[in-house]
C-alpha cells in the first residue's frame, strides 16, 4: 500500500456504496474506454460561471489540481429555459444541453458553475451532472453553504468525470460517490493512485510540479493537513528518486 493512501472498508448503510454496485476502473479499463483525453488541438479547462459564485480561486485551484489551462468564461445568468418556477429551481440536464452549445472544439472540458439550485428528474436537488461524450458539466454551490472547500471538491470531482473518471470505489479519494453532503464532508481533496495516473496520462500533469502547486494552495488557504499531506507526497517522491529540492 503506497504510504498516504487508504484503502476503502466495506461501506455502511446508506453511503453511496451501499447503494450503488459500481465496479472498479483500472488504469487499464481507464485507457481502454478511449477517455476523453487532452490533445495538442483540444487542452483548455473552460470555467463558466452562471450566475455571480466566486471564480478566481477555483480557477486557480483547477489549473493546480489538473495540470491544464484554465480560462473563465464572463458571467452569464442560468438559463431561464431551465427554471421551473413551481419549485424555483433549474433543471440541471437543460442547463447541460444550452452549456453543451457552447463547448468551443479546443475546450477538453467546459464546466458551468452555478449559484442557483439544480435538481434533476427523480431526484429533489443535484450538486451536479456531467456529460463526457459533450465535454461539459454543471456544478450547483447552492447546498454548499458557501464553503470553498466544498467547492473545490464539487469542482474537481465533476471535471473528473468529465476526463471520463468514474466513481472510486477502491480508497479514500475525491472520485468517490457520495448520496449526502456528510458523507461528502468525509472524502479527502486528493486522487488515490490509480486515478492520479489516470490524470496524468490525461493531461500530462507532472506529479511533483503538481503536488507543489497544490501545497502552495492548501497552504495560503489555511490548510495545514492537505499541505502537509501534499508535502509528503513530495518528499516521499524525493527520497524514492533520490533526489534533493533545490
Ligand atoms: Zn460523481
Ligand atoms: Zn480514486
Known amino acids: 500500500m503506497e504510504k498516504g493512501f487508504e484503502r476503502l472498508a466495506p461501506p455502511r448503510r446508506g453511503e453511496w456504496r451501499s447503494l450503488f454496485q459500481e465496479k472498479e ?40 489540481f489538473f495540470g491544464l489551462p484554465v480560462r473563465v468564461l464572463p458571467a452569464r445568468p442560468l438559463f431561464d429555459r431551465a427554471h421551473v418556477p413551481t419549485r424555483d429551481q433549474y433543471n440541471s440536464s437543460m442547463v447541460l444541453d444550452e452549456l453543451a452549445d457552447l463547448v468551443p472544439s479546443d475546450a477538453l472540458v467546459l464546466l458551468g458553475v452555478a449559484d442557483g439550485d439544480l435538481f434533476a428528474r427523480g431526484k429533489p436537488y443535484v450538486f451536479g451532472e456531467g456529460n463526457l461524450e459533450r465535454r461539459v458539466g454543471v456544478c450547483s454551490l447552492a447546498r454548499l453553504s458557501a464553503s470553498e472547500r466544498r467547492a473545490l471538491k464539487l469542482m474537481t470531482h465533476e471535471i473528473g468525470h468529465i476526463l471520463s473518471i468514474a466513481h472510486c470505489v477502491t480508497h479514500r479519494c ?27 496520462w490525461n493531461t500530462g500533469a507532472d506529479r511533483d510540479e503538481r503536488y507543489r502547486r497544490l501545497e502552495k494552495f492548501y497552504r495560503r488557504s489555511g490548510w495545514i493537513d492537505d499541505a502537509a499531506w501534499s508535502a509528503r507526497q513530495l518528499k516521499k517522491r524525493s527520497v524514492l528518486g533520490g533526489r534533493r529540492e533545490g
Do not use: I
Request: proline share 7%; with cysteine; charged share 25%.
Open 25 to 64: 476502473q483500472t488504469f487499464e479499463d481507464y485507457v481502454a474506454r478511449g477517455a476523453n483525453r487532452r490533445s495538442p488541438e483540444r487542452s483548455l479547462l473552460l470555467l463558466q460561471p452562471l450566475g455571480s459564485p466566486e471564480m478566481g480561486r477555483m480557477a486557480e485551484y483547477a489549473e493546480a
Open 174 to 200: 475525491v472520485m468517490q460517490g457520495a448520496n449526502t453532503l456528510a458523507e461528502s464532508d468525509g472524502h479527502p481533496l486528493h486522487l488515490c493512485p490509480a486515478d492520479l495516473r489516470k490524470l496524468e
